[in-house]
């Protein structure tokens, strides 16, 4: 885990893999439509970043919600959005769902 700059805190495939499976976070996926179609982490939320506000963004009590993307850039833009708006901290997923297929865990896919 590394904290970049004030509240937002990136974690790795391996770590978000542990919380998912342990029910104590929720992947939201903020690609659009089309890519998540292709290619998807199990049971992660679909959230497009192009859809993003902030009455909308999914909240699930009890658990921590994980941004992730692609590569890293579009999840922690959307954190420090919500970290901006007020809301303390915000938690990605480094390297995204590219990061997350180096690391060797399972996606689906459409093909």
Do not use: Y
């Amino acid at each position: 885990m590394s904290i970049v700059n004030s509240g937002l805190i990136e974690l790795d495939p391996a770590t978000v893999k542990a919380m998912l499976d342990a029910g104590e976070a929720v992947l939201v996926d903020v690609r659009e439509e089309e890519e998540f179609a292709e290619e998807s982490i199990p049971g992660s939320v679909l959230s497009p970043m192009s859809d993003f506000e902030l009455a909308t963004w999914p909240t699930f009590p009890g658990r921590k919600v994980i941004i992730s993307c692609l590569g890293g850039v579009r999840s922690a833009a959307i954190a420090n959005k919500l970290i901006s708006s007020g809301q303390g901290w915000a938690i990605h997923m480094k390297g995204g769902l590219n990061a997350w297929k180096d690391a060797g865990l399972a996606t689906i896919r459409q093909d």
